[in-house]
């Protein structure tokens, strides 16, 4: 079984008779009792500190017009710290619809009850496309099984797990807080993944470039006509800004662009005069 909303305390697991102390606390209110470890769908739940909610947030860089889904909801801390710290509408999806009731009335007391939403739902049923951010505390196998649904997303959604990584992705970007629990931030990149025709200075001429992606990195060939004139390695998409570099004729160029769609833009040396566009 997972471990959803993990918390490593101290006190709660360094002795079996701590810990049994630490489970009777009640997390809840005086509708719905609610203790550590309680049993969930595929996981157990365990609280997120407020201090690491906005951490995560922080992380997220969540700013005004962010729509922030939290997976697998728990009491509602997340979406509510997005909305009282940001202002920002904020969802919360969880099985447990005693979960989605006592978040519902944890939303009323922090007074956010208007831009704030809680689910009852499956998280691999229901539809979290049209976030901005997102974010995780489900366990790695858990977070690891989203990633097909997540790489989908629109380009620069920012996802953040509470302790837990994703096989096989690397992160762009982590942090540990005081109490040394680590954050994980993922930037979801456009999909380059095939070939691009490319247009573009008079000493380069017209190219096909061929991308093969890894999520956020990708290895490229630079072809006129049949023949490669160049192959890199070291490429990296951030969302829908992409880098990577290459050299042809004992010239070395640097092509920083954007994707929109199927088009790509930019220039090669920071120079506007080298302008580059391709297409699909």
């Not at 017009?65 to 909305?83: C, K, T």
């Amino acid at each position: 079984m997972q471990i959803k909303r993990h918390y490593f305390a101290i006190a709660c697991c360094v002795a079996l008779p701590l810990l049994y102390g630490c489970a009777t606390i009640n997390y809840g209110d005086n509708q719905f009792k609610l203790s550590m470890a309680s049993s969930g769908k595929d996981v157990m739940w365990m609280p997120t500190k407020v201090e690491m909610a906005d951490q995560m947030l922080s992380l997220a860089q969540v700013r005004k017009g962010d729509l922030v889904y939290d997976l697998g909801s728990g009491d509602g801390v997340i979406p509510i710290e997005a909305a009282k710290k940001y202002q920002v509408r904020a969802v919360g999806i969880e099985y447990n619809p005693d979960l989605v009731k006592l978040s519902q009335r944890n939303a009323e007391r922090a007074n956010v009850q208007s831009l704030v939403t809680f689910k009852q739902g499956d998280i691999f049923v229901e539809d979290f496309s049209q976030a901005t951010v997102l974010t995780l505390y489900l366990g790695e196998n858990l977070n690891t099984k989203l990633i097909p649904t997540i790489l989908k997303m629109q380009a620069g959604t920012r996802v953040v797990s509470n302790t837990f990584r994703m096989e096989g992705w690397v992160a762009d970007q982590e942090v540990r807080i005081s109490n040394g629990e680590m954050a994980y931030l993922w930037i979801v990149p456009a999909n380059i993944d095939g070939g691009w025709q490319w247009s573009g200075p008079a000493e380069l001429g017209d190219l096909r470039l061929v991308i093969r992606q890894k999520k956020q990195f990708f290895d490229g060939t630079l072809y006129q006509g049949n023949k490669r004139i160049a192959h890199f390695e070291d490429g990296r998409i951030r969302g829908s800004d992409l880098e990577f570099a290459f050299a042809y004729q004992n010239t070395s160029y640097v092509f920083k662009g954007k994707i929109n769609g199927p088009s790509m833009t930019g220039n090669l040396n920071n120079n506007p005069a080298l302008t580059v566009r391709a297409r699909r």
